[in-house]
């Protein structure tokens, strides 16, 4: 499975690709980020997102587009650019009919570290680890969406797995009230 991963942010928005399966060592493709400038209008942010997420669709074609699932904050500019990117980064991958997944941060740092309150730092070190990096990827934006890519493929299988057993159960109990 090849999954892109996207930090969303309007500043920096984190993006990294990685490729395996669940249970097998994974290996990096790519590991960068989309950068706007702060002073510019938001309508061209966004415009920039779009191009720097659609140059990484184009050049990995991935599976799979594992992005970060918005949460509240404290600073309500902060989450509505998060959120923004985040919807960009979603439209980009639908348009291509490329399926997304939204995965929480305490899950992906659960996933990648096993724990869900794992700073930034203990991020950046597992995904290295992991990945056989040398160095851990700067920004710490970058080793994020990393980290979403590895939980996506990580917890797809289960997921799966989880929604044909309820497709199923579903299938039973309408067939029941059918006959």
């Known amino acids: 499975m090849r999954v892109l991963g996207v930090d969303p942010g309007l500043t920096r928005c984190g993006v ?3 490729e395996g399966v669940a249970g097998r ?3 990096m493709l790519g590991v960068g980020v989309v950068r706007t400038p702060a002073d510019a209008e938001l309508g061209d942010r966004l415009v920039a997102v779009e191009r720097g997420i659609q140059q990484w ?9 594992a992005v970060e699932r918005v949460f509240s904050q404290h600073n309500v500019r902060t989450v ?6 985040s919807a960009v980064a979603m439209l980009c991958a639908a348009r291509r009919g ?10 992906v740092k659960a996933a990648v570290t096993g724990s869900g309150r794992a700073d930034k730092a203990q ?3 597992m995904v290295t680890r992991l990945l056989r990096l040398g160095a ?18 990580w917890r797809a299988p289960a997921q799966n797995r989880l929604q044909q057993a309820v ?8 067939k029941g009230r059918t006959a």
């Open 16 to 18: 990294g690709v990685v």
């Open 57 to 65: 669709l184009d050049e990995y074609r991935p599976e799979c587009v």
């Open 167 to 174: 497709a199923l159960h579903t299938a039973h109990a309408t």
């Open 25 to 27: 060592p994974l290996t």
């Open 123 to 125: 991020v950046g070190a």
């Open 136 to 153: 851990p990827p700067k920004p710490a934006d970058a080793a994020d969406a990393l980290a979403l890519a590895i939980c996506h493929i």
């Open 98 to 107: 490329i399926p997304v997944a939204l995965h929480t941060p305490s899950e």
């Open 80 to 85: 509505m650019g998060t959120a923004q990117a």
